[in-house]
């Protein structure tokens, strides 16, 4: 699942796993997971999430490693925010058909930049639960989420200077990718500009003329 800021590829993620019985992988919630450890890999990455830049290599290949191997190989998985630059998708390719995995099919949530921006600049989560909340009469930063009480923050990664680099850098690095997976014919774009509900039904209706749902 591919998709700039604030496409809400991650709740088409969630949606989708949910829909075909899939296991949801998130590069952002793991990272995110990760940066809270008191080990020196999570002091590490609590520092350069902070700065919106992408995370080395190296790096995501000890996280995700782990992550995928506690997925049992009869699970299916939904990648989201996986394989951003073309040298950690070759990398991912290769790694996955060691341990017999393929991609069966890439969606692009697609949004534009002026969409990214107006959304990101509402977007907040609970500290505690990482539940994402739009901000305005009901949600303000400092306020208790409704799921668990935790205070909501803005994410590091949410501020203007962030949001910036992120788009560059997507632009720069992710796009190639998108087009490698364009060129194996694996791609689908979806607009992203609609509801929750009928992006959902699109990349459904899309999935099933792959023959990859019902």
Known sequence: MYGPQGSGKGTQAKLLASKLGLIHLSSGEILRTESKRKTTLGRFL???LKTGILTPIDKLMKVFDSAISRVPAKEGIVFDGFARQIT???IYLKRLKKIGRAIDAVILVNISTKETLKRLSKRAECENCRRVLILGTKFKIGGKCPSCGGKIVRRSDDEPA????RLRLY???TLPVIRHF?????LTTINGEQSIEKVHRDIIAALKKRKLAK
Not at 162 to 165: L, T
């Open 171 to 173: 632009r720069k690095r």
């Open 46 to 48: 609590a520092r350069q």
């Open 162 to 165: 962030a949001i910036a680099k």
């Open 88 to 90: 950690e998708a070759k």
């Open 182 to 186: 364009k060129k194996e014919k694996l």
